[in-house]
């Protein structure tokens, strides 16, 4: 990829740069848990919307921690991707925005030795919306004080696509196609 011509490149963090070693079963099953122990039904949901229904029940607290557990504990045995070779080789601002919470991107960042390469960080708990809403990815542009249209954010999945668009943002995927997720 010629990232040469950008004043920012940005990557998704999980399916990337890294592959966070999390069991989203094994979450989706602790967070539906919680739900029960409160008396709501999440039978059934995936994890984003269980966070929208957290959101709704005034318990996303209670959710984002147990999905952040698992996320933590999977950035501490992740696996480093090939791009994530290149990421000290740039010349220009890099940053990280990620559905996975914030403490677990900087967890593998460290853990990979990419802390000191990448300038900012936002993940699903950084700001209010979380991708496909544009504000992730812009919050990271206005701190590395770049504007959308002079950025490239790379992703594995169409939702980081379509994240990009929202944004008016140049992407690209990291594989030449999105992983589906």
């Not at 967070?31 to 318990?59: H, I, K, N, T, Y």
């Not at 967890?107 to 990448?118: F, K, P, Q, S």
């Not at 542009?141 to 939702?159: K, Y």
């Amino acid at each position: 990829m010629a990232f040469e011509t950008y004043d920012a490149v940005v990557y998704d963090l999980d399916g990337t740069l890294v592959d966070l070693l999390v069991d989203w079963n094994q979450a989706a099953s602790d967070a539906e848990a919680r739900f029960a122990d409160a008396g709501v039904d999440a039978a059934g949901m995936d994890l984003w919307a269980m966070l929208d229904l957290a959101d709704q029940e005034g318990m996303r607290p209670e959710i984002e921690a147990v999905i952040a557990d698992h996320e933590r504990e999977g950035a501490r045995s992740s696996t480093r991707l090939t791009l994530a070779d290149g990421v000290a080789d740039h010349a220009a601002p890099v940053g990280v925005c990620s559905l996975n919470c914030e403490d677990a991107c900087r967890i593998a960042l460290d853990v990979h030795e990419l802390t000191g390469y990448v300038d900012s960080v936002v993940g699903r708990d950084s700001v209010a919306t979380r991708k496909p809403d544009p504000e992730p990815l812009l919050t990271v542009l206005r701190e590395l004080g770049v504007d959308p249209e002079g950025a490239l954010f790379v992703g594995d999945s169409a939702r980081d696509e379509k994240t990009a668009d929202r944004a008016g943002v140049a992407f690209r995927y990291v594989d030449g196609g999105p992983s589906g997720v």
